[in-house]
């Protein structure tokens, strides 16, 4: 209890606390601490707090103030959830910036920081009321859900929508309720939980050598129980506590022969936390040393980070930037400041993490989305408390909470899956990296191959600083680029379906000995189109105005958009022909026709369909790696940055679907996804090549990418962005306006540009039908605002775009349309 003593009286002061709720409102909002609780409220701590009518939420207190507010009525809150803070005050300051930026609440961006298990749901329990009633006057369910509370006492209502078998029980226990039969409470109960596991340890009479075979001549007539303390002892070798589930494993004996043994007093145990994250007792191995380019490269960071925050790390593939990077976050730790490693993708963090390991042992953390709840809280937890020194993660690892940041490395800075689309916060973890780094006064570095034009014109115009590597690592060199004109070898009967005869003996050649192939085509599924013959019908999705891909390994139809699936087309349901056509390929297509074409490679797939669960990619990669495939097929995820050390030839089937994409970036994008896949190629020594095939080889971004000439690309990129007012001379704001009714839609965004344009004028455009026009359901219009760099405050922009959606959204006219911004949409 607080208490101060104001002279003669004591006097008991009154806070109040300012709440973030897990929803999307505009406000912080406020309650009141009752006395009793003074001491134990905090900024960080999570309370129970009552909104709106009858939810209840876990609220993170953003501050501890003494005034009530003015508008309501301050409600008491229920509990105090946290001993100490969960959310450290630099977090906050993120959360606040990212909100502000991103014209988000920051209720959306607690959505996206805080891992599920430390967001607690409120879970309604059903109770039976116990009153004595004629059950044959139930209806089958509902004399169902008291026979099951008969036996289980307690259910929740998750656990009775299985029972049941539908989706919406609540007016059938509104039914219940209302004739007495059962009671319904709200419970919050914290979902983190650590993972226990029992150890075993071996009583103190028995530890020396006379002891242990008057044990184990004791049992002879037990023999299991012989064969336990046998593991025992071999297991305990290392150390004296053995995971009882490790003895129950080697010796095969169950938990009853263990039960038996601590009944004797042979065995005592104890239940404690563990780590459900592996990862202990690694050893620490691999050291390098480096080439003279690397030296150069790793003092020319440090003198740039004397003098600025970011730097830019442009170093061709395969040059060496990850040992690089180790050496940097080696410094780091040595100051015992944590350090921040970012990946793009899950599927590279696997190889990185296994480098890192070996350098990091058990300082290690790695976070990620494909982690379960309880893993994530764990990985949280073990920030907070520094256990872990350094975090090897993908974009949502910027929410981890860091004490002493010295060091974040954004490595393949360029990668689009940094940004986050949906939902809101739609930020891009690159450059919240760099406002992180700057809350905790860290240094920054981003690194890349290709780096984004963005990132490069920051450097060039002296904003970071810049370094470069510019050869392999080792003898490796470059590869050899071909390019295969797809309409000409088609002419001379040269093309095997996808397959020209320059990739086909690439590959043969590379094959006979020993070599690996990686082949790129950019989309999933077998067959992305598909229409009739006859009438021209296309089998597309009933949600979303996108077409149907065939996926062979389900033998259905599947919508990229939103999931929806249906059996494949048989019979044109338009016109009743049977002659359906194929249009496109997707990497399922070019496995199947491989199967044919080269009948003894053995093939595996990496795309999102082939990579299911939570170490889906491990096992595609592992297998890759330990040359259990001899060709990898996949789609941009093969261009992530990994390294194999066999792969000696790439295949690109069609670079024109990435050229020819309609977005101001797509032939930035088309140049790194080349030079990416390329880059997978000759890494150790062994010379590679790859094989672009295409409809238009003389490209100028195709020949950019034969020439190594990322420099030729930005020029071209930077001249044409200034030219039509693009990024890095304008700021986009990408604004969607959505409704199930496409009139609707289409009415509420001209009723929104009408009003942007009275503040924004000529910068607004629009509004447009984007490339795909309907979602889920809902017709979307974008418009898009165009702000220029300098001579205008970009936070007054925001300022009056904030107003403008609060105008817009009051008007009657509008009630139902959606309107969603996305600021810096790529
Ligand atoms: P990048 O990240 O620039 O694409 P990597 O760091 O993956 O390149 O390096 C390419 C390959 O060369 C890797 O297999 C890496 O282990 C090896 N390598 C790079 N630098 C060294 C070094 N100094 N000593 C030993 N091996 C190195
Ligand atoms: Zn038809
Ligand atoms: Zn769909």
Redesign the pocket.
């Known amino acids: 209890m607080l208490e101060l003593n104001d002279g003669e009286t004591t006097v008991r002061i009154t806070l109040f606390v300012e709440v973030i709720l897990p929803l999307a409102v505009a406000k912080a909002y406020t309650y009141r601490v009752p006395h009793e609780w003074n001491a134990h409220v905090a900024v960080g701590k999570r309370v129970i707090v009552q909104f709106g009518k009858s939810k209840v939420y876990s609220a993170v207190i953003s501050r501890v103030v003494d005034r009530p507010p003015e508008l309501y009525e301050a409600k008491y809150i229920l509990d105090v959830l946290d001993d100490s803070p969960v959310v450290t005050e630099t977090q906050l300051q993120l959360w606040g910036w990212i909100s502000s930026y991103y014209l988000c609440t920051l209720g959306e961006t607690m959505q996206a920081a805080l891992p599920a298990a430390l967001k607690l749901a409120s879970e309604t329990r059903i109770i039976a009321a116990g009153n004595e009633v004629d059950r044959s006057a139930l209806n089958d369910k509902e004399y169902l859900i008291l026979d099951a509370l008969d036996i289980a006492s307690e259910l929740k209502v998750s656990d009775i929508v299985k029972l049941l078998g539908q989706k919406s029980v609540f007016p059938l226990l509104k039914r219940l309720f209302d004739k007495g039969l059962i009671l319904i409470s709200e419970e919050i109960a914290p979902k983190y939980k650590p993972k226990m596991k029992v150890f075993v340890r071996l009583h103190s009479d028995y530890t020396d050598g006379v002891g242990r075979k008057a044990l184990l001549d004791s049992l002879d007539n037990a023999p299991k129980q012989q064969d336990a303390v046998m593991a025992y002892l071999q297991l305990s070798r290392k150390q004296p506590d053995v995971a009882r589930a490790d003895i129950m494993e080697a010796s095969g004996c169950s938990s009853a022969i263990v039960a038996a043994l601590v009944e004797k007093g042979v065995f005592m145990t104890e239940e404690r936390a563990v780590s459900r994250l592996g990862g202990e007792d690694v050893e620490i191995t691999g050291d390098?040393?480096?080439?003279e380019a690397?030296s150069a490269a790793f003092a020319g960071i440090g003198r740039q980070f004397a003098e600025k925050d970011v730097v830019l790390l442009h170093?061709?593939?395969?040059?060496?930037?990850?040992?690089?990077?180790i050496r940097l976050i080696e410094a780091a730790v040595a100051r015992g400041q944590h350090v921040l490693y970012l990946l793009p993708e899950i599927a590279l963090t696997t190889q990185i993490t296994e480098?890192l390991r070996k350098h990091f042992g058990n300082k290690l953390g790695v976070y990620h989305s494909r982690f379960n709840d309880n893993e994530r809280a764990e990985v949280w937890h073990k920030v907070l408390n520094n256990e872990y020194q350094v975090i090897v993660g993908a974009r949502s690892a910027v929410f981890l909470p860091f004490r002493s940041l010295g060091l974040i490395v954004v490595?393949e800075e360029h990668e689009t899956s940094y940004k986050q689309f949906d939902p809101a916060p739609r930020y891009h973890a690159r450059d919240t990296a760099i406002y992180l780094g700057h809350i905790h006064g860290a240094k920054v570095l981003l690194?890349s191959?290709t780096p984004a034009v963005e990132s490069f014109y920051n450097a060039r115009s002296g904003k970071y600083g810049f370094v470069t590597?510019a050869q392999?690592?080792?003898d490796?060199a470059l590869p050899e680029i071909v390019t295969v004109n797809i309409s000409e070898e088609s002419r001379k009967g040269t093309m095997f379906t996808y397959f020209s005869a320059t990739l086909l003996q690439a590959m043969e050649k590379a094959l006979a000995v020993k070599q690996q192939v990686i082949l790129f085509q950019n989309r999933r599924g077998h067959t992305p189109l598909l229409q009739c013959k006859t009438c021209g019908y296309i089998a597309k999705c009933i949600h979303c105005d996108v077409s149907l891909t065939y996926h062979k390994s389900s033998n259905q139809l599947h919508c990229h958009y939103c999931g929806f699936t249906e059996p494949p087309l048989q019979v044109c349901p338009a016109c009743g022909s049977t002659h359906i056509e194929s249009k496109g390929f997707g990497t399922e297509r070019i496995e199947e026709e491989l199967e044919m074409l080269l009948p003894n490679a053995r093939i595996g797939r990496l795309d999102l369909d082939s990579t299911k669960g939570k170490y889906g990619f491990e096992r595609v990669l592992t297998a890759f790696d330990e040359q259990r495939y001899d060709v990898l097929v996949g789609t941009q995820m093969v261009a992530k940055?990994l390294?194999f050390?066999k792969v000696s030839v790439i295949g690109i089937i069609n670079a024109d679907g990435l050229i020819n994409y309609p977005d101001f970036r797509a032939y930035e994008r088309a140049f790194s996804l080349l030079a990416q896949v390329a880059?997978r190629a000759g890494?150790?020594n062994s010379s590679g090549q790859v094989v672009i095939q295409s409809y238009a080889p003389t490209h100028r971004v195709i020949q950019q990418v034969i020439g190594n000439d990322y420099e030729g690309m930005f020029m071209a990129e930077v001249a044409e962005r200034k030219n039509f007012g693009y990024p890095p001379f304008f700021r986009l704001f990408k604004i969607e306006v959505k409704h199930k009714e496409q009139q609707a839609a289409h009415d509420g965004a001209l009723r929104l540009a009408i009003l942007l344009r009275e503040v924004l004028g000529h910068r607004v455009f629009g509004p447009e039908v984007p490339l795909v026009g309907r979602v889920r359901n809902f017709y979307i219009f974008g418009i898009l605002l165009k702000i220029e760099r300098i001579g205008i405050s970009i936070a007054k922009v925001k300022e009056q775009l904030v107003a403008v959606l609060l105008r817009f959204e009051s008007n009657k006219a509008n009630k139902g349309v959606r309107v969603q911004i996305d600021v810096d949409p790529y």
């Open positions: 390098f040393t480096f080439n690397q170093g061709i593939t395969a040059s060496g930037k990850t040992q690089v990077y480098r490595d690194g191959a590597l392999r690592y080792g490796a940055g390294d050390g880059g890494r150790r």
